[in-house]
């Protein structure tokens, strides 16, 4: 389980900025909360937000995860 920093979304937009640059320079997603808690957000940096994205993709391509799997055997 990975254990994420949270912030108030009055709190985030008050500090914008500094939020951004904490998220990028630590390499940390950050919740947003709010008030209905359906609504919290996740804020993470565009580096990780393609890294992520690029797992899920090597994840779901069969064919290439098969010879993953081969060449760890």
Do not use: C
């Not at 949270?6 to 998220?23: D, E, H, I, P």
């Not at 320079?25 to 947003?32: A, G, K, R």
């Amino acid at each position: 389980m990975i254990l994420m920093d949270a912030v108030n979304y009055t709190n985030f937009r008050q500090n914008l900025k500094s939020f951004m640059k904490t998220v990028n320079e630590d390499s940390e997603p950050l919740i947003v909360t709010t008030k209905k808690g359906e609504d919290d957000i996740v804020v993470l940096s565009k580096d990780d937000y393609d890294a992520m994205n690029e797992t899920m993709r090597i994840l779901s391509n069969q064919p290439l995860m098969a010879k993953i799997r081969r060449g760890d055997a």
